[in-house]
T-cell receptor
Framework: GAGVSQSPSNKVTEKGKDVELRCDPISGHTALYWYRQSLGQGLEFLIYFQGNSAPDKSGLPSDRFSAERTGGSVSTLTIQRTQQEDSAVYLC????????????FGPGTRLTVL | AQSVTQLGSHVSVSEGALVLLRCNYSSSVPPYLFWYVQYPNQGLQLLLKYTSAATLVKGINGFEAEFKKSETSFHLTKPSAHMSDAAEYFCAVSGRTGRRALTFGSGTRLQVQP
């Protein structure tokens, strides 16, 4: 079946612009995660959605970062007023239930802030 | 809070040689442990996971890992390296309670020499 998909695969933007990154989880998966992978910080958790529960936003690095998940499926990560340190690969993952199960990762979006 | 430490950011082996990638975890109770592999420009793929059943876990592509509580370790091994095993490997941990997101190690890049 189809895996987790993310778009765009690459995004180049200028410092100060806003960007939106999209994640389509595996159909039927109720949990969705965003992570960031950067050279300096490695793989970091950003935000977690589970069904209709309030998201766990504890990993968001600043208030310039936000995310939403509409209809329990597609998620959008928004970065406002991008900075050069936001350059990274943004990975999305989903799991089929509330359990601490395998997370299935998408290919990521590579964000470059000039 | 859980954490993992991967010893060795780069490991080089000859084709056919034993692969040993080290991971130590820190947690007050035995956590869930995972090994993921990342090929260039791709997302993360699960190799194997430990969730409290057998301490010796077998994964895909001939990899296995042994959970050793006394050593707080979860090292990844493969008896005979293939060229196709060249990739970056991440150990990750998730607690049995609390935050469900994965905490990743810093990664080990495996190089396989012909």
């Amino acid at each position: 079946g189809a895996g987790v998909s993310q778009s765009p695969s690459n995004k180049v933007t200028e410092k100060g612009k806003d960007v939106e990154l999209r994640c389509d989880p595996i159909s039927g998966h109720t949990a969705l995660y965003w992570y960031r992978q950067s050279l300096g910080q490695g793989l970091e958790f950003l935000i977690y959605f589970q069904g209709n529960s309030a998201p766990d936003k504890s990993g968001l690095p600043s208030d310039r970062f936000s995310a939403e998940r509409t209809g329990g499926s597609v998620s959008t990560l928004t970065i406002q007023r991008t900075q050069q340190e936001d350059s990274a690969v943004y990975l999305c993952a989903s799991t089929p239930n509330q359990g601490r199960d395998t997370q299935y990762f998408g290919p990521g979006t590579r964000l470059t802030v000039l | 809070a859980q954490s993992v430490t991967q010893l060795g950011s780069h490991v080089s082996v000859s084709e056919g040689a034993l692969v040993l990638l080290r991971c130590n975890y820190s947690s007050s109770v035995p956590p869930y442990l995972f090994w993921y592999v990342q090929y260039p420009n791709q997302g993360l793929q699960l190799l194997l996971k430990y969730t409290s059943a057998a301490t010796l876990v077998k994964g895909i592509n001939g990899f296995e890992a042994e959970f050793k509580k006394s050593e707080t370790s979860f090292h990844l091994t493969k008896p005979s390296a293939h060229m196709s095993d060249a990739a970056e490997y991440f150990c990750a941990v998730s607690g049995r309670t609390g935050r469900r997101a994965l905490t990743f190690g810093s990664g080990t890049r495996l190089q396989v020499q012909p």
